[in-house]
């Protein structure tokens, strides 16, 4: 009798599954979506799934075949593209913590809308093997997918992370700053701040 994988029934795993495609749904309601309300969410998004990633079981691979993959390199490239709009001039970022350093003394320019789309592949490859029901198959695509945490996604969720705390409160004080302005030019002393406050409501 063929063994089957305990696993997978592993309350971290299922609460990994579910933290997993919670994330990939909201990865694919992103059109039309504020680039304030999408960041907000994702910076609480993605530390729950690394952190639920990291509180995963060991799982080593049964068989020999590699799981079916679901993302196309069109599913990957309309995402990414949403994503690169939804974010507009606030996608790209510096990142420091690449192997490419070691050969370059100036920052390696990445895009958080890559990166979250290469993180969505792992994981959307992962989540529909895993919800096809098969105990072999769910096992190892979530080897694999753990694998990739350890390896490659998880070092692009926390670089991401970093770039959209930076997207979120460096716009803030910005925003801060054009108000205060804003405020003062409005305020100046002649009163004629009054007067522009009863047009705008005409």
Same mark, same amino acid.
């Given at each position: 009798?063929?063994?089957?994988?305990? !696993?997978?029934?592993?309350?971290?795993?299922?609460?990994?599954?579910?933290?997993?495609?919670?994330?990939?749904?909201?990865?694919? /309601?992103? %059109?039309?979506?504020?680039?304030?309300?999408? !960041?907000?969410?994702?910076?609480?998004?993605?530390?729950?799934?690394?952190?639920?990633?990291?509180? =995963?079981?060991?799982? *080593?691979?049964?068989?020999?075949?590699?799981?079916?993959?679901?993302?196309?390199?069109?599913?990957?490239?309309?995402?990414?593209?949403?994503?690169?709009? =939804?974010?507009?001039?606030?996608?790209?970022?510096?990142?420091?913590?690449?192997?490419?350093?070691?050969?370059?003394?100036?920052?390696?320019?990445?895009?958080?809308? %890559?990166? =979250?789309?290469?993180?969505?592949?792992?994981?959307?490859?992962?989540?529909?093997?895993?919800?096809?029901?098969?105990?072999?198959?769910?096992?190892?695509?979530?080897?694999?997918?753990?694998?990739?945490?350890?390896?490659?996604?998880?070092?692009? =969720? !926390?670089?991401?992370? /970093?770039?959209?705390?930076?997207?979120?409160?460096?716009?803030?004080?910005?925003?801060?700053?054009?108000?205060?302005?804003?405020?003062?030019?409005?305020?100046?002393?002649?009163?004629? *701040?009054?007067?522009?406050? *009863?047009?705008?409501?005409?």
């Amino acid at each position: 009798m063929k063994k089957e994988s305990q !696993v997978i029934f592993d309350r971290n795993v299922i609460e990994f599954v579910t933290v997993a495609a919670e994330f990939c749904n909201y990865m694919e /309601r992103t %059109e039309g979506m504020k680039r304030s309300d999408f !960041v907000d969410t994702t910076l609480k998004i993605l530390p729950l799934l690394y952190l639920k990633a990291s509180l =995963l079981p060991e799982c *080593h691979a049964m068989g020999e075949d590699m799981p079916e993959n679901y993302v196309t390199e069109e599913i990957y490239e309309v995402l990414r593209m949403n994503l690169a709009g =939804l974010l507009a001039g606030r996608d790209d970022y510096l990142d420091v913590f690449v192997e490419d350093m070691k050969y370059s003394d100036q920052p390696i320019t990445r895009y958080i809308s %890559e990166d =979250l789309a290469d993180i969505y592949q792992d994981i959307k490859d992962f989540i529909f093997v895993f919800q096809l029901g098969l105990n072999e198959t769910m096992n190892d695509s979530l080897a694999i997918c753990q694998e990739n945490f350890r390896t490659y996604w998880g070092q692009k =969720l !926390v670089n991401t992370l /970093r770039a959209l705390h930076e997207v979120k409160y460096a716009q803030t004080e910005e925003e801060e700053e054009d108000n205060a302005e804003v405020e003062e030019e409005e305020d100046c002393g002649c009163g004629c *701040h009054e007067h522009h406050h *009863h047009q705008h409501h005409e």
